[in-house]
């Protein structure tokens, strides 16, 4: 139903876009809690193989297909979410999802609607800092990277634990999350930024090691660099290469890979100054465009083409500046989708749709990288 309803849109949507136009001069698509979501905020968005978008906000699981919502919520008799706030989505393989929540871990089977949850035993006070999951990734060899307020968790796909970090005191909670992002790298490592005694570092597992050590301990790494530039957050397109962004600049840096040469270019139409912030995110989207979330609101996005940064031409703009942006997918069908806290948006991007003068013709054929 989804497909064809999509392929519908795409279709009437062709007959529209007969010349070019911004993107943020599309009118998207807007949902809301009287369309059928379980709440406004939506917190991450995933899509599973059989075409569904799920949803994650902080009251309830949503699927959408197209054309309605159906809501999964905590239940205390039947099995379910191991609570309502979710934080973070991952696609897993056998049709299932990765949830993270406020209060537990669950593996979801999206075609038999069965819960498989991780519950950290713990005391009655320290229960809900053991159990507050708030990042959740997938590494190459398909090992599950989750962390708690409490520490880093290393689980197989049946949310068995292979390894945990501590990152508190045994003695009682912290307020500072320990684990600020998780990022899988293309050869296989995973990537962490982590928060010990106040400072920020980041630190790296390796396959070969087994072990999570400080990103600076691997003399000659090309990436080894990103460590004393105060990075806030990062991303990797399929070739190694990285994009990040800077604590309080705004701008988009770019590190090849190869020559460990570095380029950036400042974002243009920024609603403010210091709009790079502790919870920034960088997304690659596989249309050859990236997106940036910003501290005051909106999103801004950029062409990932690496020879256009550091040069004078280089084109930004911002999507929805009134807005809290919280996560952004691009689908199989050429569709943006932007959660925010005041609902879901949907820009259709088809034909030409974002060609102009500051972006390159939209082409379903480019990859990230």
């Given at each position: ?153 290393k689980l197989d796909q049946n949310l068995n634990i ?208």
């Open positions: 139903m989804y497909r064809k309803l999509i392929l519908v849109l795409l279709l009437n949507g062709m007959a529209l876009a007969a010349h070019s136009q911004k993107l943020d001069k599309i009118l998207p698509a807007y949902f809301s809690v009287k369309d059928g979501l379980p709440d406004a905020t939506i917190n991450t968005i995933c899509q599973d193989d059989d075409g569904f978008l799920w949803l994650g906000t902080n009251y309830g699981l949503s699927r959408y297909d197209g054309v309605e919502f159906k809501n999964f919520y905590h239940s205390k008799t039947t099995s379910s979410l191991p609570g309502n706030n979710i934080i973070s989505i991952q696609k897993l393989p056998g049709h299932r999802l990765l949830a993270a929540t406020s209060t537990g871990l669950c593996i979801f089977n999206t075609r038999t609607n069965i819960f498989k949850t991780l519950l950290v035993p713990a005391s009655a006070k320290m229960f809900p800092f053991e159990n507050n999951f708030y990042i959740a990734s997938v590494d190459k060899q398909n090992n599950i990277w989750a962390a708690s307020q409490m520490g880093l968790y292979l390894q945990f970090t501590r990152g508190a005191n045994d003695q009682g909670a912290t307020l500072v999350m320990f684990v600020e992002s998780i990022h899988p790298l293309p050869n296989g490592s995973v990537l962490f930024r982590l928060v010990k005694d106040k400072k920020i570092q980041y630190h790296i597992y390796t396959p070969a090691s087994n072990k999570i050590i400080p990103l600076n301990q691997l003399k000659g790494y090309p990436l080894s660099v990103i460590d004393s530039l105060n990075v806030r957050d990062i991303a990797f397109d399929k070739k190694g290469n990285s994009w990040f962004v800077k604590h309080m600049v705004d701008s988009v840096f770019f590190l090849n890979s190869l020559s460990g040469q570095i380029t950036a270019s400042a974002f243009n139409h920024l609603p403010g100054k210091g709009q790079i912030y502790y919870n920034t995110h960088i997304n690659l989207l596989n249309n050859g465009l990236a997106t940036c979330t910003l501290n005051d609101g909106g999103l801004a996005y950029w062409n990932t083409q690496a020879s256009a940064v550091g040069r004078s031409d280089f084109k930004s703009d911002v999507l929805l500046p009134k807005q809290h942006v919280f996560c952004t997918l691009f689908d199989t069908e050429g569709n943006l989708w932007v959660g925010t806290g005041n609902g879901l948006y949907k820009f259709t991007l088809i034909a030409n749709g974002i060609s102009t003068s500051e972006l390159p013709a939209y082409n379903p054929g480019i990859t990230v990288g």
